[in-house]
């Protein structure tokens, strides 16, 4: 679980429910109603967490200097204020999904935070990568290799240039199979689409975007 929090950065308590439940079915236990409270006062005791109360949104929970250290992870301590968490609401929904796809899907995650430590942005055009990091990356079996899927929440609508310019650099990355994208409501679903009609004017001769980009609802309500 402290792995889980450390790669995600931040993770709210109902994500941290879910992610004990889990832990206890594979290892045959049973969490008990305030089994959740207890273990976070052990990381507390210990040092390896840290709590915010962020307006309306509930307990959330990141790793201390300490914690990232205890679990291996890479990343540098940081310390987080609910003063500048702008973007938690997107990044609660990127952490649900993330949990939704490992419990429904064969495959696993590589984290934003990880790809923020390996790929440093770049503005160089030609460094398509570089250019827009995905929310994550869903990596999924294929025989005896592997494919790539960058993952996408869109929870509000993107700039139409913005966001023509993510699923341009989607379709000619090489480095991906494609794009998921996972939007919060139709009138983004219709913004997507209106995008991805222009693309083959675009870029001619490219593959379709139908091969490679994919709008999908997001799976869960949210608010």
């Given at each position: ?41 052990k ?36 310390e ?7 973007s938690?609401?997107?990044h ?15 495959g ?8 923020m ?12 990568r ?72 675009q ?21």
């Amino acid at each position: 679980m402290l792995g889980w929090i450390g790669e995600q950065l931040l993770v709210n308590k109902q994500e941290l429910d879910k992610l004990l439940r889990l832990d206890c079915q594979k290892h045959g236990e049973r969490a008990g109603k305030y089994t959740l409270r207890d273990l976070i006062q052990k990381w507390r005791k210990h040092e390896l967490v840290k709590c915010l109360y962020p307006s309306a949104r509930g307990l959330h929970c990141y790793l201390t200097t300490k914690g990232l250290q205890v679990v291996g992870l890479p990343f540098k301590g940081r310390e987080l204020h609910p003063a500048t968490l702008s973007s938690l609401d997107h990044h609660d929904a990127v952490n649900r999904l993330r949990l939704h796809l490992e419990t429904e899907s064969a495959g696993y995650w590589i984290s934003e935070r990880r790809l923020m430590q390996e790929q440093p942005l770049s503005r160089s055009a030609s460094d398509f990568r570089q250019v827009h990091r995905p929310d994550g990356i869903w990596v999924m079996p294929d025989g005896e290799s592997r494919v790539e899927w960058a993952i996408e929440v869109e929870r509000s609508l993107k700039p139409p240039r913005r966001l023509t310019t993510i699923l341009r650099q989607y379709v000619l990355n090489p480095s991906y199979a494609g794009a998921l994208f996972f939007y919060r409501h139709d009138g983004i679903k219709r913004a997507l689409e209106r995008s991805l009609a222009l693309l083959p004017q675009q870029l001619p001769g490219i593959v379709p975007t139908e091969q490679c980009i994919h709008l999908c609802p997001l799976p869960f309500a949210d608010a």
